[in-house]
T-cell receptor, first 116, second 116 residues
Framework: DSGVTQTPKHLITATGQRVTLRCSPR?????VYWYQQSLDQGLQFLIQ???????AKGNILERFSAQQFPDLHSELNLSSLELGDSALYFC???????????????FGPGTRLTVL | AQTVTQSQPEMSVQEAETVTLSCTYD???????LFWYKQPPSRQMILVIR??????QNATENRFSVNFQKAAKSFSLKISDSQLGDAAMYFC?????????????FGQGTRLTINP
């Protein structure tokens, strides 16, 4: 158990709908990362938040948005869903943004999204 | 932009034997981190081993070791005394030491099968 929790574990929805994925980082971790794992794109970085502020953006679609709340949990919002958005969405957390100790990222169990 | 390439989509090895998974990467940076992650059927991402580019000594974690060739931009993973529980997808990943670029860049993965 990495200490990172993600809910829900599975989500099945229809095209055009909107969903919210939730992530709680490890205790003490200030940085949260979102990754998407799909069959055709592999594992891709979406976005990073540090202590409530957006830190870095990757290949995140405009239909997707995220935020990190004062209690440090994060939510990834996916809207106008398409079939191609079906994927495993991982959240990871790390202590901070410095280089100390390699700033290891601990992954949650993921949320499997199926868009029908 | 950094890229990571794993040229072996699948590998298999007999239980108790040794197997080496290959990874190459491309970067213009001189200092960075490299990782191997394991993803078993449970889909959890588990850190196997980490290498800091400024360290010449190859990292070792029990039965797992790496062969880090910085000039060749190669980072292979050796698994000794393979066990059935080692069966998984293995991902090579790169991370900059730049505090503004903390994302992990993953390779396409290698599926490792252990034959009893």
């Amino acid at each position: 158990d990495s200490g990172v929790t993600q809910t829900p574990k599975h989500l099945i929805t229809a095209t055009g709908q909107r969903v919210t994925l939730r992530c709680s980082p490890r205790s003490g971790d200030l940085s949260v990362y979102w990754y998407q794992q799909s069959l055709d794109q592999g594992l891709q970085f979406l976005i990073q938040y540090y202590n409530g502020e957006e830190r870095a953006k990757g290949n995140i679609l405009e239909r997707f948005s995220a935020q990190q709340f004062p209690d440090l949990h994060s939510e990834l919002n996916l809207s106008s869903l398409e079939l191609g958005d079906s994927a495993l969405y991982f959240c990871a957390s790390s202590v901070g943004i410095g280089t100390l100790a390699g700033n290891e990222q601990f992954f949650g169990p993921g949320t499997r999204l199926t868009v029908l | 932009a950094q890229t990571v390439t794993q040229s072996q989509p699948e590998m298999s090895v007999q239980e108790a034997e040794t197997v080496t998974l290959s990874c190459t990467y491309d970067t213009s940076e001189s200092d960075y981190y490299l990782f191997w992650y394991k993803q078993p059927p449970s889909r959890q991402m588990i850190l196997v081993i980490r290498q800091e580019a400024y360290k010449q000594q190859n990292a070792t974690e029990n039965r797992f070791s790496v062969n880090f060739q910085k000039a060749a931009k190669s980072f292979s993973l050796k698994i000794s005394d393979s066990q059935l529980g080692d069966a998984a997808m293995y991902f090579c990943a790169y991370r900059s030491r730049d505090q503004g670029a903390q994302k992990l860049v993953f390779g396409q993965g290698t599926r490792l099968t252990i034959n009893p």
